[in-house]
């Protein structure tokens, strides 16, 4: 199974400024919660990570 988790970044992306907003099951239903929230703002990026359940790595 595949799983969408969102996070908020800075404009320039970087690791250490990632903030978790939550795992979505469909990109579109991420997508959608980001702007119900105001997630995408003129300073931040949303950045949604698309990970497969019951496996062992680092994201």
């Given at each position: 199974?595949?799983?969408?988790i969102l996070f908020?970044?800075?404009?320039?992306r970087t690791r250490a400024s990632r903030v978790f907003f939550g795992v979505f099951t469909s990109e579109t239903?991420?997508?959608d919660h980001?702007?119900?929230?105001?997630l995408y703002t003129h300073d931040a990026e949303v950045f949604?990570?698309?990970c497969d359940t019951d496996k062992?790595?680092?994201v």
């Open positions: 199974m595949t799983v969408f908020q970044t800075d404009i320039h239903l991420a997508i980001a702007k119900e929230n105001g949604i990570i698309e062992f790595g680092e």
